[in-house]
Nanobody, 120 residues
Framework: VQLQASGGGMVQAGGSLRLSCAAS????????MGWYRQAPGKQRELVAT???????TYRAPVKGRFTISRANALNTVYLQMNFLKPEDTAVYFC???????????????WGQGTQVTVSS
């Protein structure tokens, strides 16, 4: 099982980016999917999560600007980021709780980071 993230880049303040993260491999089911970010010199922090039923949570600073969604049939989670600010600059990581075929439990998997840079 692996997660492949894409969609990062450089944008001016006020701009938008859309991140995608697709899970592949011997997947039986995916529970919660989410996005984290880590800015230079800071700890990794949770940005948003979405359950398989579509319930979402957001970190306060991104509420109203970011939207997390998922396509269950594609095992993919998205993060639409609007009205980006310089403080959103970070490496963004996707995460998913995945149960592999033949396994009993859901385990956490991480995608590779994708850089988001917002210039002022």
């Amino acid at each position: 099982v692996q997660l492949q993230a894409s969609g990062g880049g450089m944008v001016q303040a006020g701009g938008s980016l859309r991140l995608s993260c697709a899970a592949s491999g011997s997947i039986d089911s995916i529970n919660v999917m989410g996005w984290y970010r880590q800015a230079p010199g800071k700890q990794r922090e949770l940005v948003a999560t979405i359950t398989s039923a579509g319930s979402t949570t957001y970190r306060a600073p991104v509420k109203g600007r970011f939207t997390i969604s998922r396509a269950n049939a594609l095992n993919t989670v998205y993060l639409q980021m609007n009205f980006l600010k310089p403080e959103d600059t970070a490496v963004y990581f996707c995460n998913a709780a995945i149960r592999s075929v033949g396994s009993e439990h859901h385990l956490p998997y991480w995608g590779q980071g994708t850089q988001v840079t917002v210039s002022s």
